[in-house]
């Protein structure tokens, strides 16, 4: 009988302490959420001891040795994410960074208590860690996290779920291109490096600098369009979705890109819009090209999503977007950036102009 209620003492303690440990977090991270951007450095630093000694209290009162760790990770995540927030407040410029940098409560990401953490958690530790103390690329982050952290779980959840998403969204740089072998000698399960593997596979025909695989697709006039036959030019093109409410909208956007054309001398570029969607919204797709005007001077193709190798080929996912494709059918990049972001896309979009006036082209 004893031994039955101490088992319950035990338990009720316990209980105790994770229930005031998991109340405690959305109170740990309340002390953060304000930042003060009028205060000066100094006077900011001042009011972050007093939110750490706050938080040091709310941690402090957790009786689980392990979810007191879960708790601490996440107060110095929250505190990191208040000084990033402050930082970029003030201007973002980097000295200032240097000074607020000693401010943090930890700087060691290879720590035990990362295995207690939720993947998303996790996430949001590192991503704070790298935000703060590295301000690293994709591919530096992933090369850190398999090198220098021990935790396997780190590997499969932030590390390789870093290379999905940059992938996703980027597409695979020369940046990116070395970090599959980094996988292969780092990762321990089996399954990870296969997956890895697949990726490589599916990504490297589209890669910078790859030659661009063929496309070939109706055009709004009854002509077939084939990306080998404009080799002589660049070629730029808007994937944008048929089904989607606002994916017509993405024309507007793509028009921008055409403001910038002069400055690749006369009929050096051609502007392609691929509208991707089922062959039963074809007059849905021709109602959309009356009325957009703009289409007029586009060369407007039509891509079954369920039938066409070109969703297949440049792993169209994610729509709207942009592919450039260079003289010579070289692949600048399968995911360019928008003309919505216009001064970043200015830059991008005419890196490679001087260049081709010096050639003579």
């Known amino acids: ?24 977090y959305p109170e740990i991270k ?14 900011y630093m001042q009011a972050l001891k007093g939110m750490d000694a706050r938080a040091n209290e709310l941690v402090r009162g957790i009786d689980d040795t392990q979810e007191r760790g879960r708790a601490t990770l996440l ?11 402050y930082w970029k407040a003030i201007g973002g410029r980097p000295a200032d960074l240097q000074k607020l940098r000693p401010c943090q409560l930890s700087t060691d990401p290879d720590v035990p208590e990362l295995e207690l953490l939720s993947p998303e958690d996790l996430k949001n530790v590192l991503d704070w860690y790298f935000r703060v103390n590295k301000s690293a690329t994709s591919y530096a982050r992933m090369k850190e996290c398999l090198y220098g952290i021990k935790s396997e779980k780190v590997r499969q959840a932030y590390a390789f779920g870093l290379l999905e998403r940059e992938l996703q969204v980027n ?26 593997n697949e990726l490589e596979k ?54 921008e890109a055409k403001k910038v054309n002069e400055k690749w001398g006369e009929g050096g570029i051609e502007f392609v819009n691929i509208a991707v969607g089922a062959s039963e919204d074809m007059d849905k797709w021709r109602k959309i090209l009356t009325e957009k005007k703009q289409t007029e001077w586009m060369i407007n193709l039509f891509c079954d999503k369920t039938k066409s190798a070109f969703v297949k080929d440049y792993l169209i996912e994610a729509l709207p977007r942009y592919i450039f494709v260079e003289i010579d059918g070289v692949l600048r990049s399968g995911w360019f950036i928008s003309p919505a972001n216009q001064s970043l896309f200015k830059q991008m979009f005419t890196k490679n102009v001087w260049f081709y006036k010096r050639v003579g082209i």
């Open 202 to 255: 599916m990504y490297t025909p589209v890669r910078e600098n790859a030659i661009a695989p063929e496309i070939v697709l109706p055009d709004d006039k009854g002509n077939t369009f084939r990306l080998t036959d404009f080799q002589e030019k660049c070629v730029f093109i808007c994937v944008w979705a048929l089904d989607s409410v606002n994916g017509a909208d993405e024309l507007d956007t793509f028009a």
């Open 1 to 24: 009988m004893r031994s039955v209620v101490c088992c319950i003492v035990a338990w009720f303690v316990l209980l105790q302490g994770e229930l005031h440990a998991q109340t405690s």
């Open 171 to 196: 597409g695979m740089s020369k940046d990116l291109e070395p970090v599959f072998e980094v996988f292969r000698c780092c990762m321990k399960n089996r399954e990870i490096v296969e997956r890895v």
């Open 30 to 43: 309340k002390i953060y959420e304000n930042v003060d951007g009028t205060l000066s450095i100094d006077s």
């Open 75 to 85: 107060w110095h995540t929250y505190q990191r994410e208040n000084i990033f927030r």
